[in-house]
């Protein structure tokens, strides 16, 4: 395989469009008053999480070959369908939680939070959610939300299916994530930590 180093440098350089576009990560929140801030909160920090942990998991495993196996149109689809797979599941996770603890702790009742998902959903279409995931993530979403404890979800692992999604989907043989299995999980239950205790600042008022 012929070495690029322009493209290295690029790729390396431009990383975060790769996954997701940089738009997602420059919202600095100073509080939520509306459903279309929390919407907003919803996909940004699900994006970050997204983002922060495949990519780190994947730079981490893959090591200085990163950049080169990206050029690679098999590695970089692996990486593409893993992306939205775990995504999809973030979102779902995060409404689920910034619903309940709404719910359990401000008493908010007045939401359609299967609107809110797919709104959200319909957005990403856009930024290149194929139809196959995007039908998945609504008929998971629908079984899900028939099944949600609104007082509790908020304080019992909500986001136990996301750290599955991305222990499952990363493109990382299988006898490794077995390996990494505990890292791996650890790695984004700690993303997910700052995304909950920032949203209970944000609440605070």
Known sequence: MKLNFKSIINTLKDVREYIFPVKKFVSKFQNINSEIELKNFIQERSAHVTQTTLYGYI???????YPIMLEDDKFSNSINIAKWNIYVIAIA???????????DKKNFRNFNVEKVYLDIL???????????????????????????NWNTFHSEKPFQQSSLALYKWSPIADE???????????????????????FKELTNS
């Open 122 to 148: 319909e957005t990403e279409r856009n930024n290149g959610l194929n139809e196959k995931v995007f039908i998945n993530a609504k008929s998971m979403f629908n079984e899900r939300v028939q099944k949600i």
């Open 59 to 65: 730079k981490t495993r893959i090591g200085t070959r």
């Open 176 to 198: 490794l994530k077995e390996l990494d299995k505990e890292i791996v999980l650890n790695s984004i239950k700690l993303k997910w930590n700052i995304v909950e205790n920032e």
């Open 93 to 103: 996770d995060c409404t689920f939680y910034t619903y309940s603890y709404l719910y």
